[in-house]
């Protein structure tokens, strides 16, 4: 392999983790959190897409920027309204009644989106400021994907930032291990919660923001997505972020290399994958264990 | 301890006060009979039924006998074992497509690919179950989700064995069942031993440590109970009857297509189930019912099916987590005890 | 009573990360004996419990029972070979009621739980009838479980213990919880399981009146260690063990 596709296939992989991993982040955050596997979270990406398409179209070139900031905000507040209608009611409650219930609420998004944004498919243009390729060692690097890995970059480090240096993180991780001891202390227990669901839909949402201009927005992005988030999960372990950032990467190389080696076969290799780990670690990677 | 000892009352008033019932053998036997009735006059009713409504109305209720199965069957995994599958529409699937290849590539009978397909879905489903039963609940139900995906992705891409997303069309029917009702009684007919079998799965010794594991995994285990070997079985079983409901499907549609196995697709039964009642043998069937009429009428009018399913679902987790069999017989139940006082229940 | 040993725990350790919840344990258990287990929180009861059922699997030393190794083996093969667990926190069916629990249990045993066809379930109505009233369950049969006081929960699970048929028993704070006169049942019940059944019983315990009481060889642990063990009595007139024991307890 030449440098150059050595290059392109590293960009095109990190790329391709760099979404996921914004996805599976959030997923997997609220899981840590609550406790619970929330099946409409590709909603969040899907609307966070469709919704900076829309801004986009209002508000023309500055639209991109706008929407950077407002969209994975507006879906934020979509996660609040969620959390606080819905999901609260149902925390005590067996598993299977909440993926149910956000089941249910995957349908009701979907129904949603095609009412306001009808089947077309739709797009974003990236803003001219992140047009471009960018040579590198002979490859032809695209702005906009070093733009994505950014993005990535700065979520991940932010993650870890608030998870294990502030106060809040704290809070957060002492809701799962010893909810009553945190109540006791005064801490707004409930509070915290839809602040963590909200965060986890906020990410959702960004990264739909984030992948609109390079890929179509359509229905259907909302199933694609979580099944590749959930398989990540799978692989990396619930629960962790490091495990969302390693699953990620495995993805991002499987589909990456598996797209240009057997272009037939490479959506079945993620699959293929997430059996292998199943069979030798049943708790995913990162994931905390049995026995 | 010896194991013979006969719950029907002996001369012996010692054993007679071993039985823990008033009621005693006199509640057994005549809830055997309400069990043999049931059945019989469920049947004769959809019998009358068939001949009753018109052509339209008769395929609709072919489609709704093959769904029955399906979610009686996936319900065994759900109600009965606990385990939430979103990979049931893998043998669903499969066992339409068994019929649909099995004509356009070996030119096989109608009769033999029918009665093939189940046999094809449960061996498909023991190595998907080996697999999948190694995890834990959620990331039990997440590889489910995953393996209907990795079939929807094999059945769209692998153009020249499955014919893509086209899916399979063809007169692999015979003329026979293409009768309307010919083709509804015969699918009555195979609904109703399914049923029968699958009722007496859930009403046998094996049945009766499914719910255990259920109940509690870890104490079943404590019991001697090897949990995933038990759970693999209830799978594969599983598998079986919905890969002989996706063979019913084709009598109604005569083709197979990749959505069949997607995961959404899974999802259909699921409803099903927590409409009718997961707590119950017949809930599913019902759920189906009220599920393919519904969405029938519904579509009719409202062009959002996907919202009202949605806000239907979510309504009924929320608030009426027993279904509408489940919440009507636990009503009938606690009556029924409070009147006998301590009538005996064998299950 | 045969002098036959039917556990024999050797330089049991178990181990989490650096920390040796039980450390070089030394049991060894007489068949047909009640034998309590006792130590303050902590300890490593509840730990070695965990060992001996194989829930939990030994970080180094060997187990034995009735002559076969079972350290490292499975709940559910451990069960089978003949060792029952009445578990601390009450672990049983919520939703099925006492008799089809108890009918659960019996399945198992009689090696029918692959059995699709048969009514064989139904038939072990009386076999069950007989756990439950040996621990004084008969009015309870038909109710669901989890609607029992904790009193009566505790019995049922004395009832799934006892319906695997196990040569040996395993009861964790069998009296935790409860008033006295529930205790008073439990420990009559007890007495009455060793000396009918001829069944070999391991408990813990924190009351002492209990464990004197009932016991016939008495294993002190303290800090996941062995620090006494032998013939209750002995056990009692060691004023240097019990006052370390009841030392650390205040």
């Known amino acids: 392999m030449s440098e150059s596709s050595i290059i392109t296939n590293l960009i095109g992989i990190l790329t391709t983790a760099s979404t996921l991993f914004m996805v599976a982040a959030g997923l997997t955050l609220v899981f840590g959190a609550l406790r619970l596997i929330n099946i409409a979270h590709g909603s969040f990406y899907m609307y966070g897409a469709y919704l900076a398409t829309t801004l986009a179209a209002r508000l023309g070139g500055a639209g991109f920027w706008v929407s950077l900031v407002i969209c994975p905000l507006v879906v934020a507040a979509m996660g609040v309204l969620v959390e606080v209608l819905v999901l609260r009611r149902l925390y005590r409650r067996e598993h299977l009644t909440q993926l149910l219930a956000t089941f249910a609420l995957l349908l009701i998004f979907a129904d949603i989106a095609l009412r306001l944004w009808g089947k077309s498919v739709r797009s974003i243009k990236a803003p001219s400021a992140l047009n471009g390729h960018f040579q590198f060692g002979g490859a032809a690097v695209p702005v906009y994907d070093l733009f994505v890995i950014g993005v990535a970059a700065l979520v991940a480090i932010g993650l870890w930032a608030l998870m294990s240096r502030s106060k809040l993180g704290?809070?957060?991780?002492?809701?799962?291990?010893?909810?009553?001891?945190?109540?006791?202390?005064?801490?707004?227990?409930?509070?915290?919660?839809?602040?963590?669901?909200?965060?986890?839909?906020?990410?959702?949402?960004l990264s739909g923001v984030v992948i609109a201009p390079e890929q179509a927005v359509q229905p259907g992005m909302d199933a694609e997505i979580i099944v590749a988030a959930f398989i990540v999960a799978v692989i990396g372990g619930l629960g962790s972020i490091v495990g969302a950032a390693i699953g990620s990467l495995i993805i991002g190389v499987v589909e990456t290399l598996g797209a240009v080696w057997t272009p037939s076969w490479a959506s079945t290799f993620i699959y293929a994958l997430m059996i292998l780990v199943l069979a030798i670690r049943p708790w995913g990677l990162f994931g905390e264990t049995e026995r | 301890m010896s194991s013979g000892k006969s719950p029907v009352p002996t001369a012996s008033s010692q054993e007679e006060a071993r039985v823990p019932t008033g009621a005693g053998a006199a509640a057994r036997s005549s809830s055997l009979a309400r069990s043999v009735a049931t059945p019989v006059a469920l049947t004769v009713l959809m019998v009358a039924l068939g001949f009753a409504v018109g052509g339209n109305t008769l395929t609709t209720l072919e489609e709704v006998l093959a769904l029955v199965v399906f979610a009686t069957a996936t319900n065994l995994l759900l109600g009965q074992a606990g385990l939430v599958s979103f990979g049931q529409a893998v043998f669903y699937g499969i066992g339409a497509y068994t019929v649909g290849l099995g004509w356009l590539h070996w030119h096989l009978s109608f009769w033999l690919t029918f009665f093939l397909a189940p046999v094809v879905s449960a061996l498909v489903a023991i190595p998907v179950g080996?697999?999948?039963?190694?995890?834990?609940?959620?990331?039990?139900?997440?590889?489910?989700?995953?393996?209907?995906?990795l079939a929807y992705q094999l059945a769209?891409?692998?153009?020249?064995?499955?014919?893509?997303a086209n899916g399979v069309f063809g007169p692999f029917v015979p003329s026979v069942l293409t009768d309307p009702i010919k083709g509804y009684l015969f699918l009555l007919a195979v609904t109703v031993v399914s049923l029968l079998l699958m009722w007496k799965v859930t009403r046998s010794p094996f049945g009766l440590v499914t719910r255990a594991i259920r109940e509690n995994r870890g104490r079943a285990?404590?019991?001697?109970v090897n949990v995933y070997r038990h759970q693999l079985i209830v799978f594969v079983v599983s598998g079986f009857f919905c890969g002989l409901a996706g063979a019913m499907f084709v009598v109604y549609s005569q083709s197979a297509y990749p959505e069949l196995l997607d995961w959404t697709s899974s999802g259909t039964p699921i409803f099903m189930?927590?409409?009718g009642g997961m707590g119950t043998f017949l809930g599913p069937a019902l759920g189906a019912f009220i599920y393919q009429f519904g969405h029938d009428e519904l579509v009719r009018y409202v062009s959002d099916w996907q919202l009202v399913l949605g806000g239907v679902l979510l309504l009924i987790v929320m608030f009426w987590p027993d279904g509408v069999l489940g919440s009507l017989t636990k009503?009938?139940?606690?009556?029924?005890?409070?009147?006998?006082?301590?009538?005996g229940s064998d299950e | 009573m045969s002098e036959k040993a039917l556990?024999?725990?050797?330089?049991l350790v178990r181990a989490f990360g650096g920390f040796r919840a039980v450390d070089e344990v030394d049991l060894t258990v007489t068949e047909g004996t009640i034998h309590s287990v006792i130590g303050p929180n902590g300890a490593g009861k509840t730990t070695l419990f965990r060992l001996l059922t194989g829930i939990l699997r030994p970080t180094s030393g060997t187990l034995e029972f009735d002559g076969a190794q079972i350290g490292g083996k499975p709940?559910?093969?451990?069960?089978?070979?003949?060792?029952?667990?009445?578990?601390?926190?009450?672990n049983i069916f919520p939703r099925m009621s006492v008799l089809e629990s108890v009918r659960a249990a019996l399945v198992s045993r009689h090696h029918r739980t692959r059995d699709m066809f048969s009514w064989f379930h139904t038939r072990l109505t009386g076999e069950a009838m007989d756990m439950i009233d040996r621990v004084g369950l008969t009015e309870f049969a038909d109710e669901e479980s989890q609607t029992l006081s904790h009193g009566d929960q505790r019995a049922l699970e004395v009832a799934l213990a006892l319906a695997v048929q196990p040569r040996l028993l395993l009861l964790d704070e069998p009296t935790a919880g409860m008033s006295p006169f529930e205790s008073q049942r439990m420990v009559s019940l007890v007495r009455a399981l060793s000396r009918d059944m001829g069944l070999t019983v391991i408990l813990s315990e924190h009351d002492m009146d209990t464990v004197f009481g009932i016991s016939d060889e008495v294993t002190v642990m303290h800090q996941g260690k062995v620090i006494a063990d032998g013939p209750a009595a002995e056990v009692r007139a060691n004023d240097e063990v019990m006052s370390i024991y009841l030392g650390s307890e205040a």
């Open chain 2, 331 to 343: 009503v009938k139940w606690s009556q029924w005890r409070n009147s006998l006082n301590k009538g």
């Open chain 3, 7 to 11: 556990l024999v725990a050797t330089g």
């Open chain 1, 170 to 205: 704290w809070r957060v991780r002492a809701v799962v291990d010893d909810p009553e001891v945190l109540a006791a202390s005064g801490t707004n227990v409930p509070l915290i919660l839809t602040g963590v669901f909200a965060l986890g839909a906020m990410l959702a949402g």
């Open chain 3, 75 to 90: 709940p559910d093969m451990v069960a089978r070979l003949g060792l029952a667990q009445a578990f601390q926190t009450t």
């Open chain 2, 273 to 275: 189930a927590v409409i």
């Open chain 2, 221 to 224: 285990q404590a019991l001697g």
């Open chain 2, 156 to 164: 769209e891409s692998r153009y020249d064995f499955t014919q893509g």
């Open chain 2, 130 to 149: 080996l697999v999948a039963l190694r995890a834990r609940r959620l990331y039990f139900a997440l590889s489910t989700l995953a393996f209907s995906e």
